[in-house]
């Protein structure tokens, strides 16, 4: 492998710190990277033989965002190495890991290895945190040790043969994916908002405008709250009914450390 290419969907930046650290940690020439929560891949991108491709997402109820597979369904390869990678929030990945290699495999990606790695929860707030402030230290080592991991096994690898395919965890059918309605959204409080914007550009599916005040869109939106940890002023909440026994279950149950796992 000579080159490297990051494909991310991260909308707080989470995920995308995992997988810089993880790419930075290879030795390889980086040639692009693309946020798809940002930028969306619309056509075809071609993945040649000697670079090395690195996929991370994150877990959207213990599944991949829908957001994010249009985009990923784009890439093509002729059996050029990949390595993929979700983030979740403490409670379980469950199905997502197995998703991304199916989905990348169909491409024509080679899987050569797996991650998964814990970010602070959507829902994570101060009073009732969940895996707040991770990815720590104790990750970042995590990603080099991961690093060097895929070295290894490329570099041992007979030239004549590709490295074998990991196991990936996961099951079929996959983990229904659960369905909230369009009156969940976030919530704005007009007292603290000084209609900076930060919000706008936040969000990855355009589901907020601005007109006078800021309005958010229930039918778009996919609850990551990016816009929620972004905002500069505190403005801006997501408090439903519906979610506050996911909420409370998630801070009681799902609050010990979990640790990386890796599939090489």
């Known amino acids: 492998m000579e080159s490297l290419r990051l ?18 940690n290879l030795g390889l020439k980086l040639v692009s990277e693309i946020n798809i929560a940002k930028n969306r891949i619309t056509t ?31 890439l093509r390869s002729n059996n050029s190495p990949v390595v993929i990678v979700v983030v979740y929030g403490n409670r379980h990945f469950d199905d997502a890991l197995l998703e991304l290699k199916e989905i990348v495999s169909s491409s024509g990606f080679s899987v050569i290895a797996g991650a998964a ?13 969940i895996a707040q402030n991770r990815p720590d230290k104790q990750d970042i080592e995590k990603c080099k040790v991961f690093a060097q991991m895929i070295i290894e096994k490329t570099t041992n690898a007979p030239i004549e043969c ?19 309605p369009a009156t969940i959204q976030p919530i704005v ?76």
Do not use: W
């Not at 075809?44 to 829908?66: Q, W």
């Not at 790695?117 to 945190?129: A, D, M, Q």
């Not at 074998?164 to 996961?170: D, L, Q, S, T, V």
């Open 7 to 24: 494909i991310y969907y991260s909308p707080t930046g989470t995920t995308q710190t995992i997988v810089r650290e993880i790419g930075q």
């Open 44 to 74: 075809a991108i071609d993945s040649s033989s000697s670079c090395l491709t690195i996929i991370g997402m994150p877990v959207y109820g213990g599944r991949l965002p829908l957001t994010a597979i249009e985009s990923l369904k784009q």
């Open 117 to 129: 790695f814990i970010g602070e929860h959507s829902y994570s707030t101060r009073l009732k945190p």
């Open 162 to 180: 590709k490295p074998a395919e990991p196991f990936i965890p996961g099951s079929y059918p996959y983990k229904e994916r659960r369905q909230f």
């Open 189 to 264: 409080n007009n007292d603290l908002c000084i209609l900076c914007g930060i919000c706008i550009d936040a969000c990855p599916t355009s589901a907020i405008t601005i007109s006078q005040t800021v309005i958010p869109n229930g039918e778009l939106c996919t609850l990551c709250c990016a816009c929620v940890k972004q905002c500069p002023q505190g403005a801006l909440t997501l408090n439903h009914p519906l979610l506050e026994p996911i909420k409370e279950n998630l801070f009681l149950n799902f609050s010990v450390r979990k640790e990386p796992q890796f599939f090489v």
